[in-house]
């Protein structure tokens, strides 16, 4: 049986999945923010969906960056399997 080739690292790269995934998030808040600005659109739940999908998104890129320095120290508390 044949092996199937590998993901492509921009698949599996998960610094870049999020930080990808976060700069849309909020470049959607921040169209939505100037919407409102510039064009009196009222701050409704599409601009509250991306404020928290950014924050979300940074907090959680926050906690795996925390949890892969404690791998690469050797932290007993640490999770496995997340230095590349």
Known sequence: MVDP????R????ITLVVAVGT???LTGAAVLFLAHV???????IWFTTCAVGAGLGALGF???SWQ???????SRLAQGGLDD
């Not at 510039?38 to 409704?44: E, I, K, S």
């Open 23 to 25: 700069l849309v998030w």
């Open 68 to 74: 892969r320095s404690a791998a690469r120290r050797g």
């Open 62 to 64: 926050g906690i795996f």
């Open 5 to 8: 080739p590998a993901l492509p």
């Open 10 to 13: 921009s698949t599996t790269d």
């Open 38 to 44: 510039l064009g009196g659109r009222p701050l409704d």
